[in-house]
């Protein structure tokens, strides 16, 4: 079985452009998350989606981060503008579902670096 | 070997010997914990998870105990070998909060052979 697929694996921007993340998640997975990891840090959840829609975004960003699942399969979460200090490893997750147990299969992650 | 968790985030053990990773969690309402293992340039894969009304819980050569008293979780790893190298993240579930998964800092783990 295919895992999480992620584009691109890294980016190199400098502050104020625009960048945006690609996520292909498991076939037939309904819940998709984005989720920031700073260097030395655990991931933090950004965004999560059940099917097209969002179920928890609280801790995005929303003047300068947006992402949408328009057709409930792939996902792209958009910086803009970039600052500093969103340098960080981007990663994408999916699950069956959206229960307590319904394991997260993560993608590889991009590597993001605002100069 | 054994580690503290956010307060020595390395641990370095010989490979054969058992590690044990621990993790303070922050929340006494948290009802689920998942240990994950992040190898360099990966994503965080499952290893193992418990519930709050279990205080262990064993698999492969892995087991996770939960003190809820101290808010306590700790990972062990038995016949530590060289592929067991990577960070090791406790998570907890926050009930209250659209059952969010908040990971802790993370511990290296490092085997010698």
């Known amino acids: 079985e295919a895992g999480v697929a992620q584009s691109p694996r890294y980016k190199i921007i400098e502050k104020r452009q625009s960048v945006a993340f690609w996520c292909n998640p498991i076939?037939?997975?309904?819940?998709l998350y984005w989720y920031q990891q700073i260097l030395g840090q655990g991931p933090k959840l950004l965004i999560q989606?059940?099917?097209?829609?969002?179920?928890?975004d609280s801790q995005l960003p929303k003047d300068r981060f947006s992402a949408e699942r328009l057709k409930g399969v792939d996902s792209t979460l958009k910086i803009q503008p970039a600052k500093l200090e969103d340098s960080a490893v981007y990663l994408c997750?999916?699950?069956?579902?959206?229960?307590?147990?319904?394991?997260?299969?993560f993608g590889p992650g991009t590597r993001l670096t605002v100069l | 070997g054994e580690s503290v968790g956010l307060h020595l985030p390395t641990l370095s053990v010989q490979e054969g010997d058992n590690s044990i990773i621990n993790c303070a969690y922050s929340?006494?309402?948290?009802?689920?914990f998942i240990w994950y293992k992040q190898e360099s340039g990966k994503g965080p894969q499952f290893i193992i998870d418990?519930?709050?009304?279990?205080d262990k819980r064993q698999g492969q050569r892995v087991t996770v105990l939960l003190n809820k008293t101290v808010k306590h979780l700790s990972l062990q790893i038995a016949a530590t070998q060289p592929g067991d190298s990577a960070v090791y993240f406790c998570?907890?579930?926050?009930?209250?909060?659209?059952?969010?998964?908040?990971f802790g800092a993370g511990t290296r783990l490092t085997v010698k052979p």
């Open positions: 929340n006494s309402a948290s009802d689920y």
């Open positions: 076939s037939g997975h309904a819940t």
């Open positions: 418990i519930r709050s009304n279990m």
């Open positions: 997750a999916s699950s069956l579902g959206n229960r307590l147990t319904d394991t997260q299969y």
């Open positions: 989606f059940q099917n097209n829609g969002v179920v928890d």
């Open positions: 998570a907890e579930n926050l009930p209250y909060n659209n059952n969010d998964m908040r």
